[in-house]
């Protein structure tokens, strides 16, 4: 894993790809499924996301207030589906997916090295946590794997329905 | 344009698709391209969505707290852009790129009737849009045009490059 530039996160997280949400909190670490999150700004990179109060990583990210975002490869699809499908109250997700955990430089979560990329992560705003769930997280520090960068990625539509991404196309865009 | 349950909104922009979003104030209706968005709940529906305070929507948005957000297909892609790349300010975008507005039932901004599906939506917390530009709305009527249902969509990358939905996957998700 090598460093990714800070300025370059929404570009992961702005397609919209399911990723994975680690955390680190009184027993070993957890791993959840998440596909609620956009981004709300640049840089500094600021993302949103949804941690439902029903997901054990909920306790988790609100006592800590770091975790790690990490992006999986379309390969990683079934996998990534397994890790949504039961709770760290019952399992060591990385150790019954056969996770491979990286230490991450900025905050205690740890990195999936699995995934192609990976965004460490602190809660910078709770105002929105109590009625929705929602916590704004400030990107402090980001990783790719240069050999699988630009990897493809899951969508979920629903009910086990998943787009995988198809055809890039490149068009004149003013926005960044 | 049929009926759309609200109970499927979700399903629509959970995938992280690139947007419209039209709102009405003062003058010609408008409309904006949008790729920051995420679900916070699914029924009734809440997304969330960051709209600068340098759009010109912004202003409309936050003084009528409500619009329509759109999905296009991956055919209008072009268009999707080109209406990224200028401002209501300066242009009314419907008529400069031959948009076929619909009236919705709920709110006053348009439909867009070239795009697959209309959400109607009314803004519900306006507490993170001052610091953020980010607004919660709430989902109050859909639309669908079942002719076009599961059309290819696009998600943006950044800098003008846009993956295109590739083939869908079917698992055994336990997660709506």
């Given at each position: 894993?090598?460093?990714?530039?800070?300025?370059?996160?929404?570009?992961?997280?702005?397609?919209?790809?399911?990723?994975?949400l680690?955390t680190?909190?009184?027993?070993?670490?957890n791993?959840m499924t998440m596909?609620?999150?956009?981004?709300?700004?640049?840089?500094?990179?600021?993302?949103?996301?949804v941690v439902s109060d029903r997901d054990h990583s909920f306790t988790a990210l609100?006592?800590?207030?770091?975790?790690?975002?990490?992006?999986?490869?379309?390969?990683?699809?079934?996998?990534?589906?397994?890790?949504g499908?039961?709770s760290g109250r019952?399992?060591?997700?990385?150790?019954?997916?056969?996770?491979?955990?990286?230490?991450?430089?900025?905050?205690?979560?740890?990195?999936?090295?699995?995934?192609?990329?990976?965004?460490?992560?602190?809660?910078?705003?709770?105002?929105?946590?109590?009625?929705?769930c929602?916590?704004?997280?400030?990107?402090?520090?980001?990783?790719?794997?240069?050999?699988?960068?630009?990897?493809?990625?899951?969508?979920?539509?629903?009910?086990?329905?998943?787009?995988?991404?198809?055809?890039?196309?490149?068009?004149?865009?003013?926005?960044?």
């Amino acid at each position: 894993m090598k460093d990714l530039p800070l300025r370059d996160v929404y570009r992961l997280i702005e397609p919209g790809p399911v990723v994975l949400l680690t955390t680190s909190h009184k027993g070993p670490a957890n791993v959840m499924t998440m596909s609620w999150h956009m981004m709300v700004d640049f840089e500094p990179p600021l993302i949103a996301c949804v941690v439902s109060d029903r997901d054990h990583s909920f306790t988790a990210l609100r006592a800590t207030k770091e975790c790690v975002v990490a992006i999986p490869p379309a390969e990683m699809a079934e996998t990534v589906v397994a890790i949504g499908n039961c709770s760290g109250r019952d399992v060591d997700k990385f150790e019954a997916f056969h996770l491979t955990k990286g230490e991450a430089e900025k905050v205690s979560a740890p990195l999936v090295v699995d995934c192609f990329a990976n965004i460490e992560c602190k809660v910078v705003d709770t105002r929105l946590v109590n009625q929705y769930c929602l916590f704004v997280l400030q990107g402090v520090k980001a990783w790719i794997d240069p050999a699988r960068r630009g990897s493809k990625t899951i969508h979920h539509k629903g009910m086990g329905s998943f787009i995988v991404d198809g055809e890039t196309i490149e068009l004149d865009s003013k926005m960044p």
